[in-house]
């Protein structure tokens, strides 16, 4: 079976939408698709889709809050303070492409394997329950590299 | 039985995304009606299709750029 791997770092909604279309897409064609959430990347599958005082120690929590969720990820150009996210979504709708939103629920239907960084979570006081269900397992580099041996590996 | 889906007004990935996933509701025997227009959907529903083991009973010519595509599992 082919295989992909995407190493989702950035919390970009525009990145973010492009990662999960090639996964979903590599999916929808009979692939192996992993997709490794790290850093920024963890806000797309908080189970908290706005923001919140997430994590552990005063730090991490008022960071979680300024990083916020899946309904706060910005532009990585043109963001204008939120604004363009916004417009970006209504556009994809109006002209019948997928949403993240849309993306993310054919990733789970298509048993799309979601892992997070361990390193990234300790770091911001996370556990693997402040996540989204589907999250298969928090994991670090010899593992994820154990899994896309032998595939297509992109980072995001 | 006949199961139908139409995927002329997607776009990618959700052409495929929605195949997919109407293939694997699929029992034995049973057959999937996809419309779709031609270009990437119609070159790539069926070529993976069969790579998935499913056969490709028809491919006929509707209207315009549209295409009726028969697959079986």
């Known amino acids: ?156 | 039985m006949r199961k139908k889906l139409d995927i002329t007004k997607e776009h990618c990935p959700m052409t495929f995304v929605k195949t997919k996933l109407e293939l694997e509701k699929l029992s034995e025997g049973e057959t999937l009606e996809v419309l779709l227009t031609e270009g990437e959907p119609l070159e790539n529903v069926p070529r993976s299709a069969k790579e998935q083991g499913f056969k490709v009973l028809e491919v006929q010519h509707v209207r315009q750029n549209i295409y009726r595509v028969l697959i079986e599992k």
């Open chain 1, 1 to 156: 079976m082919k295989k992909l791997s995407i190493i989702l770092f950035s919390g970009d909604f525009d990145r973010a939408v492009a990662a999960f279309t090639l996964a979903t897409g590599a999916a929808a064609v009979n692939y192996q698709v992993n997709l490794f959430f790290t850093f920024w990347g963890l806000n797309v599958i908080k189970k908290k889709k706005g923001r919140s005082f997430t994590g552990k120690g005063v730090m991490a929590r008022f960071f979680g809050f300024l990083s916020g969720g899946f309904k706060n990820l910005p532009m990585s150009r043109l963001n204008f303070l939120g604004a363009s996210p916004k417009i970006m979504i209504s556009l994809m709708k109006k002209r019948n492409v997928a949403t993240l939103n849309d993306l993310l629920s054919a990733a789970i239907e298509l048993k799309i394997n979601l892992y997070a960084c361990e390193m990234s979570i300790h770091i911001l006081g996370l556990t693997k329950e402040d996540f989204i269900p589907e999250v298969k397992e928090v994991l670090g580099v010899p593992k994820f590299l154990e899994l896309s041996d032998g595939g297509e590996t992109l980072f995001i």
